[in-house]
């Protein structure tokens, strides 16, 4: 298995279409959520636009922090996995909820390890980002997430229970030795 994470460019335009809208419509039928919301809060159908839009400048009026996205691809098999979004720094909202990493893996790859594997390459890029403390978090009943945070050297602060009602977990991955 020939996993990496890439910068999204058009040569992969198909490969996000066929993926975003099997995401789409397992959220759909099942009321999933969409993680990372990156690569959801814009049309796919406008390429252009969509790759413009997928990394976040720094806004202090918006309150908007620098964000980069990447996918993870199976170049074995030309195939687009997931996704990663990563904050380079972090803001009250995310210090609670979100962190510097919002991960995803498409639906009919779920539960394959592809997610522990994607975060372990997006830890990296943290590292080059000079992010030495990572903070990842995840909804208590998301078992999947928690167990690819864990395998990745996350060590639970704490739970919280959200304003949603969720019960929030936060964990912190130390990168000063890797």
């Known amino acids: 298995m020939n996993l990496k994470l890439i910068r999204l460019s058009k040569a992969y335009e198909k490969q996000l279409g066929e993926m975003i809208d099997e995401w789409r419509a397992d959220q759909e039928q099942n009321h ?4 990372p919301w990156a690569i959801f809060k814009n049309d796919y159908h ?16 918006r309150g908007k922090i620098p964000s980069s996205t990447f996918f993870l691809l199976d170049a074995d098999r030309d195939r687009l ?3 990663v979004n990563i904050r ?17 893996v498409r639906p ?7 997610a522990t ?3 372990r390459l997006a830890l990296a890029e943290c590292k080059k980002l ?4 990572v903070l990842i978090t995840c909804d208590k009943d998301n078992v999947g997430s928690a167990k690819s945070i864990v395998k990745n050297g996350g060590v639970l602060e704490n739970e919280y229970i ?17």
Do not use: C, P
């Open 88 to 104: 380079h720094k972090l803001n009250d909202a995310l210090l609670q909820r979100g962190g510097h990493i919002g991960d995803g």
């Open 130 to 133: 000079g992010i030495d403390r």
């Open 46 to 61: 406008d390429f252009d636009a969509y790759l413009k839009g997928l990394d976040d400048r720094e806004d202090k009026v």
């Open 117 to 119: 594997e994607m975060i």
């Open 162 to 178: 959200h304003t949603d009602g969720k019960i929030v977990q936060r964990y912190w991955i130390e990168l000063g030795g890797k």
């Open 32 to 35: 999933t959520d969409h993680s």
């Open 108 to 114: 009919t790859e779920r539960r394959k390890g592809y």
């Open 81 to 83: 996995l997931g996704a």
